[in-house]
C-alpha cells in the first residue's frame, strides 16, 4: 500500500500493522489491529510530522521516497515521545542530514532517554510556529494526551488538526478516512480508545478542547496516529470526547462477574432479567471469556456496573482482580455501582468489590446481594428484584 494524498502535497505515509493483537504489552486488545499514522507536508520546505513503530521503519521511508528525497526533509515533528511514533526517527534521521527534530522539551528529554540520539532538536511551545511556504506548522501542547510531553500540530491553511495519540482508533484497514468506513465499527473502536487510554485524563480532555475552541481554532479535519482521518465530519469525534469526558453515558447496565460452580452465574442471570425487565439493556461478561480492554469499553458506555464474584479465600475470584485495579486507575465518573455474589460460610468477596468501588469514586446505590451456596428459587426471585431496583436507580441518576 503506497501513500495517499490526504490534501494536495500533504501525504499519509503511515504503515497498517494489521496483525497486531496486543498493545502496550498485554494490556490493551487490538482485535482489529491499528495503522502508525505518518504525515509528510512538501512546500518550500518540507516536514514530516509523526514516524511509526520500529519494525515499519521501512515502509514508510518507502513511501516517503515515493515523493521525495528524504534527504530534502527540513523538519521531522515528534508530536510524542511513545515508541508507537517515534519508534523509525533514529532510521528516518540517519536520511535526512538537514532536518531539525522538533518537539517539546519534554519530548527532547524523553527522546533523548528512549534513543540516546545526539540529534538537532528545535524545542517548541504553545502558539510557536513554523513557516514551510505555503504553509505553517502551530503547536499546542498536550500534556498527558496521552504522555507528558504530548503535543498536536496544527496546519492553519487547511484547518488541519494532527493531535497524535487524541482522537485516534487502533483499526488496521485499507481505508484511510472515516467516509470510508463502517460508522459502527470506527466509533466502537474510538470509544474502546478513549476508554482504556485517554479515560483518566478525561478534565484535561474537556480543558484541551475547550482551549481550542478558546483560540477559535477551526477544524475542517483531523488526522490521528492511529487508526483513520476525520474529514467528513470531525466534530463528531470531538463531540464523542466531551461526552465521554464528562460521564455522559446510557441508562443501561454492565454486568460483569465470574463463578466457580454456577451459583454466582445464576444470579447473574437473574439480575440482567431483573433489569430488563425494566426496559434497560444490560450487558452480561464474565471474566475471563471477555476481554478486559472490552469491558472497559462497555463501561464507558454504561450508567450502571454490578460485578459478582463468590467467595474464594475470603475475596474475589482473581480473575476479577485486573478489572478491579483497572476501575481504580480509570477512575470512571458517573458511574452508579453494586456487588454480589454466592459465597459458602464467612464471605468477603462483594466487600473486596465494594472497597474498589469506593476507591474508584463510582457511588454504591445498592446493598451487597449476597447468597449461600447455590440459590434456590425465592433467592433467585431475589436477584431479579436486585436487578429491577437497580435498573430504577439508574434511570434516577
Ligand atoms: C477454592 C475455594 C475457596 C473458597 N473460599 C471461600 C472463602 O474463603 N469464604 C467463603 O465464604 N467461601 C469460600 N468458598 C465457597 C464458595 O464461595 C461457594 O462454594 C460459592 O457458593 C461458590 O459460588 P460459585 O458457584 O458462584 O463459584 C470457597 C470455594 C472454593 C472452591
Ligand atoms: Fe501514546
Ligand atoms: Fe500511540
Keep these: 500500500?503506497?501513500?495517499?494524498?490526504?490534501?494536495?502535497?500533504?501525504?499519509?505515509?503511515?504503515?497498517?500493522?494489521?496483525?497486531?493483537?496486543?498493545?502496550?504489552?498485554?494490556?490493551?486488545?487490538?482485535?482489529?489491529?491499528?495503522?502508525?499514522?505518518?504525515?509528510?507536508?512538501?512546500?518550500?520546505?518540507?516536514?514530516?510530522?509523526?514516524?511509526?513503530?520500529?519494525?515499519?521503519?521501512?515502509?514508510?521511508?518507502?513511501?516517503?521516497?515515493?515523493?521525495?528525497?528524504?534527504?530534502?526533509?527540513?523538519?521531522v515533528v515528534a508530536n510524542h515521545v511513545e515508541t508507537d511514533h517515534s519508534g523509525a526517527i533514529s532510521e528516518v534521521l540517519k536520511l535526512t542530514p538537514k532536518a531539525?527534530?522538533?518537539?517539546?522539551?519534554?519530548?527532547?528529554?524523553?527522546?533523548?532517554?528512549?534513543?540516546?540520539?545526539?540529534?538537532?532538536?528545535q524545542?517548541?511551545?504553545?502558539?510557536?510556529?513554523?513557516?514551510?511556504g505555503k504553509r505553517s506548522l502551530s503547536f499546542l501542547e498536550a500534556p498527558m494526551l496521552h504522555w507528558p510531553d504530548s503535543?498536536?500540530?496544527?496546519?492553519?491553511?487547511?484547518a488541519l488538526l494532527l493531535p497524535n495519540d487524541a482522537f485516534g482508533q487502533h483499526l488496521a484497514t485499507s481505508k484511510r478516512f472515516d467516509d470510508?468506513?463502517?460508522?459502527?465499527?470506527?466509533?466502537?473502536?474510538?470509544?474502546?480508545?478513549?476508554?482504556?487510554?485517554?479515560?483518566?485524563?478525561?478534565?484535561?480532555?474537556?480543558k484541551k478542547i475547550e482551549e481550542v475552541q478558546k483560540l477559535g481554532l477551526k477544524i475542517n479535519i483531523i488526522a490521528p496516529s492511529h487508526g483513520?482521518?476525520?474529514?467528513?465530519?470531525?466534530?463528531k469525534i470531538v463531540e464523542s470526547y466531551l461526552k465521554w469526558a464528562k460521564g455522559e453515558s446510557e441508562a443501561k447496565v454492565l454486568v460483569v462477574y465470574d463463578t466457580m460452580w454456577g451459583s454466582t452465574e445464576k444470579m447473574a442471570r437473574s439480575i440482567v432479567e431483573g433489569i430488563s425487565s425494566q426496559g434497560l439493556e444490560a450487558i452480561l461478561l464474565r471474566l475471563p471469556f471477555s476481554d478486559r480492554g472490552d469491558i472497559i469499553k462497555e463501561l464507558l458506555g454504561a450508567r450502571g456496573v454490578i460485578v459478582g464474584s463468590s467467595t474464594i479465600n475470603n475475596s474475589v475470584i482473581p480473575?476479577?482482580?485486573?478489572?478491579?485495579?483497572?476501575?481504580?486507575?480509570?477512575?470512571?465518573?458517573?458511574?452508579?455501582?453494586?456487588?454480589?455474589?454466592?459465597?459458602?460460610?464467612?464471605?468477603?468477596?462483594?466487600?473486596?468489590?465494594?472497597?474498589?468501588?469506593?476507591k474508584a469514586?463510582?457511588?454504591?446505590?445498592?446493598?451487597?446481594?449476597?447468597?449461600?451456596?447455590?440459590?434456590?428459587?425465592?433467592?433467585?426471585?431475589?436477584?431479579?428484584?436486585?436487578?429491577?431496583?437497580?435498573?430504577?436507580?439508574?434511570?434516577?441518576?
Design 228 to 235: 483513520i482521518i476525520w474529514r467528513n465530519n470531525p466534530m
Design 151 to 158: 503535543m498536536f500540530t496544527y496546519i492553519e491553511e487547511d
Design 361 to 397: 469514586g463510582m457511588k454504591i446505590v445498592a446493598p451487597a446481594l449476597t447468597l449461600k451456596w447455590v440459590p434456590d428459587r425465592n433467592e433467585l426471585q431475589r436477584c431479579v428484584e436486585f436487578g429491577r431496583e437497580f435498573a430504577e436507580k439508574v434511570v434516577e441518576t
Design 100 to 121: 531539525k527534530l522538533v518537539g517539546t522539551a519534554r519530548c527532547r528529554d524523553g527522546l533523548q532517554k528512549h534513543y540516546f540520539g545526539d540529534w538537532d532538536f
Design 1 to 75: 500500500m503506497g501513500s495517499v494524498e490526504v490534501l494536495k502535497n500533504i501525504f499519509w505515509v503511515g504503515a497498517v500493522d494489521w496483525n497486531i493483537r496486543h498493545f502496550h504489552g498485554f494490556t490493551y486488545s487490538t482485535h482489529r489491529g491499528t495503522t502508525y499514522n505518518a504525515y509528510l507536508i512538501v512546500d518550500k520546505k518540507t516536514a514530516l510530522v509523526d514516524s511509526v513503530y520500529a519494525p515499519f521503519a521501512g515502509e514508510m521511508i518507502e513511501k516517503i521516497m515515493e515523493i521525495v528525497d528524504p534527504s530534502e526533509i527540513d523538519y
Design 319 to 358: 480473575t476479577l482482580s485486573p478489572l478491579l485495579e483497572e476501575f481504580e486507575g480509570l477512575k470512571p465518573v458517573n458511574k452508579v455501582a453494586a456487588a454480589f455474589g454466592s459465597y459458602g460460610w464467612g464471605g468477603g468477596a462483594v466487600k473486596t468489590i465494594e472497597e474498589t468501588f469506593e
Design 180 to 206: 470510508e468506513v463502517d460508522e459502527e465499527v470506527l466509533m466502537e473502536e474510538a470509544a474502546k480508545y478513549y476508554a482504556n487510554i485517554l479515560w483518566p485524563f478525561s478534565k484535561l480532555v474537556v
Design 123 to 132: 524545542v517548541v511551545k504553545t502558539g510557536d510556529r513554523i513557516d514551510l
